[in-house]
């Protein structure tokens, strides 16, 4: 499968990728679960691309052609597949034709490419290479720092209890996307908006709610009285119908023996949206 394709970018909406395990890790400095729960169920909008993301991509193939001139290792790009967790892929910088030598390439800012000199892969990249090497079922990555002509090899062993850590962690998330179940928000997935008109109607509101919130009250208060006072019979009297109204039970389809082991879920309606506001 060719890499920035549209099948890749439909395989990538369907599967968790090496560069999405740095958000579900929680280290990454761009994007939030919740962001990347949204974009996979199609219901909130795609990272954009920057300008330090074209860079990125423009300047792959001469970091490639780079590593290959360093080590001697012939390596293209390439997407895996983890053996036996479905969701799981991983599209490569590059892969050895023995699929014994992967390399993630990164064109590094001035921070990182000292990580990599001081021989450490920046934490917000761990999960990305832990990742990679889980769906490659090898031992060893090279990590490639590139900036300003000057390539620096960082060697990426397995980190076996990481990676469980990571399955883990991936595993929960995507049954969040599988079960439409929002993973928990953070203070960056939040607009913050002060300007004059949204402090007027946010305040508008809370004292709204606050008048609401006393007269249910005072509304359950007298609903109760009139029943009593009606007795248990239907009532009229001042401009008001008091009825008795008896509804039949809702169905419990886990009881439904005919329904056991049925997946009713290829029959739930599509999602509907709503909004919560909270104080």
Partial sequence: MEQNTQEWL????NHIGASDAPIIMGVSPWRTPYQLWQEKLGIGACQAENSAMRYGKQMEEPARLAYEKYTGNLV???VVFHP???FMMASLDGLSFDRS???EIKNSNADDHQHAKNGKVPTKYYPQVQHQLACLGINLLH???YRDGEGVIVEVERDHSYIESLYAEEESFWNKVLNLDSPELGERDFVK????DFTRLASEWGNLTKQLALLEKKEKEYRAALIARANGQNAKGNGITLTKIMRKGAVDYKKVPELIG????VYRKEP???WRITS
């Fill in 84 to 86: 036996t967790k479905k």
């Fill in 262 to 265: 049925i997946d009713l879920e």
């Fill in 193 to 196: 908006i002060t300007d004059e």
């Fill in 76 to 78: 293209s790009p390439e």
């Fill in 143 to 145: 990590y490639f720092s």
């Fill in 272 to 274: 509907v949206e709503s």
């Fill in 101 to 103: 030598i992967a390399v």
């Fill in 10 to 13: 439909d395989v990538r909406k």
